[in-house]
């Protein structure tokens, strides 16, 4: 009888205790001596109805402890939420509002919060109303769900008019990333440095660097959107060997054939050689979008880029990097994508939008120098070309299959290689610009046998063929790296909008710094590249003038021009 009591009560405390767990999100964090860490990010479609910025954020926070309650099930150590995806702008229509600098600070005096510095170790969830509810919302989550959580907010800082630091209105107002720890204490704060947009935010004096070392033995950088794109803070992180893994929280518009999301992101990470975590702001009918988990060199983990309106988790084991060195492999099957019904995250109502691809922005290619792939049959092209003193060698062989390309009625891409050593524009949704010096080398994908057709897609349900497989390309050029430059290997495939695995190309820089050799090749065979090619970045020309284009710049095909014979011996080659 004592036995069968005894077995009685173990037996209910056994089934008390499960229930308890079951209810519980999962706690199970990784050590800091782990070869690996599990990184989210999230690409989400923020709530933008209504007129009351306060009410918008406070329910985009509700939208993220539900995401974050997600991400815990996968044992999530830190998660990345994406660029104004708490206070979101309001929607006339399908379109973002419109407003004016002094207009957007109105909006903005009351939606924004203050946010503690670091050092200040301030748990916003045990505060009062001095921080925004949005804000504190997001603090108890990260302590509950014990995550690290990353989102961006606006920020204000209230100040004295008179004072010649201080705007007009008495406040500083900042596009902000803040870094909550497991405990739900500020663990960053960055303010974003670089924008395209005069939208009355304003921006430090000199660009932050914001660094946090986690208690999974991490230590991570952080930057917002744009600041990819220009040399500060961004490629401190680059050249910092203590920092080995990065945050992006973005609002991106994709630019093909060389500024989509993922294709920059992964370009980014590869050229920096670190972990790098990107969560993006998705809104199709703004071409926005775009997320991915990259560990550096060793290409994407995972990506997301949807031409449909839509809320997604990845999810992902990272390995760590020890002084930039992959302690362990990467393993695909530890990565995920769930995709939020609209029950879960109510964001879109009624059918969700597509992106019309063939309206989709594009980088302006008129000033670019180029030449058209001619196909049909099976064939080697070997040529130079050059653009305002940069010369690019293009080694391309093609297949061609015959019967695919009689398809009646079927489209089928080509192929152009381009060059451009000029200044471009970047442009964002709204037509806010700011130039940029640019060098790129690459071949690209046109729905059409003109320089113009480059970038573009065929309308969705064309019937589309490839019968032009790329057997063979490889790309070299010359680059002062003494210079202040960035050069990134810029890929993107056209079925899937992903860039390719790092299996599937190599990139690599030779010689003295002041004149290194640059050689970018495909490993194998290819029948569906929208972009393959080298892109830089040269930061003292950025505010130059626009280059624009000449009348000169288009080749109408490939000739044989012997350039230069590869030399590939045990790993490491010559250009003679």
Known sequence: MFL?????????????????????????????NSPSYIGAVVEYHPVTDGDDGQTIAEANANNYRTIIKSASAYHADIIVFPEFGLTSLPKDGDAERQFNASAYRAYYR??????????????????????????????????EYRMYVAVNHHERVDCDPKKPNCAPDGFLLYNTNVVFDRSGRVAARYRQYNSLVDDGVNTTSQPEQSIFKTDF?????????????????????????????????????????????????????????????????????????????????????????????????LVAEIPKLNRRQRIEDIHAGKSTIHKFRQAEVPTISGIPPKANLTTEFRDNLRPYTSALIQTGEASSHITTLCDRGLCCDFHVETSYDKEVAAKPGAKQYRYRVVVFNGVTNYVTYSGNQSTAGVEVCALVSCAGDSLE??????????DVVSPTTLESLIITRRANRNAPTFY??????????????????AYLASGQRNSSLLLMYLVRPRSDLETFGIYGRRFDKDGLPATKANGVG???????????????????????
């Open 217 to 313: 033995g991490v230590t991570f950088g952080q930057f917002v959107c744009v600041d990819l794109l220009f040399q500060k803070p961004a490629t401190f992180f680059a050249s910092n060997p203590n920092v080995t893994d990065v945050i992006f929280s973005t609002h991106w518009f994709n630019y093909p054939p060389f500024l989509e999301s993922t294709q920059i992101q992964a370009a980014w990470a590869y050229a920096a050689d670190v972990n790098f975590l990107a969560s993006g702001y998705n809104d199709v009918l703004t071409a926005s979008g775009g997320s991915g988990i990259y560990a550096g060199k060793s290409g994407p983990i995972k990506t997301y880029h949807s031409s449909q309106t839509s809320n997604a988790l």
């Open 554 to 576: 288009t080749v109408e095909s490939t000739s044989a021009v012997l350039f230069c014979t590869m030399v590939v011996i045990l790993g490491s080659w010559i250009c003679q």
């Open 488 to 505: 990134m290997p810029t890929t993107m495939e056209r079925t899937n909008r992903e860039p390719l695995s790092s299996s599937d190309f």
């Open 110 to 143: 009351e939606v924004a919060s203050r946010i503690p510095g670091p050092n200040e170790t301030v748990v916003l969830c045990d505060t009062d109303s001095k921080y925004a509810k949005s804000l504190q919302s997001i603090s108890c989550a990260a302590r």
């Open 4 to 32: 069968t009591k005894n077995s009685t009560m173990l037996h209910n405390l056994l089934r008390v205790g499960v229930l308890l767990t079951l209810s519980k999100p999962s706690l199970r964090t990784s050590a800091a």
């Open 453 to 462: 057709d480059c970038g573009k897609r065929y309308p969705e349900g064309t």
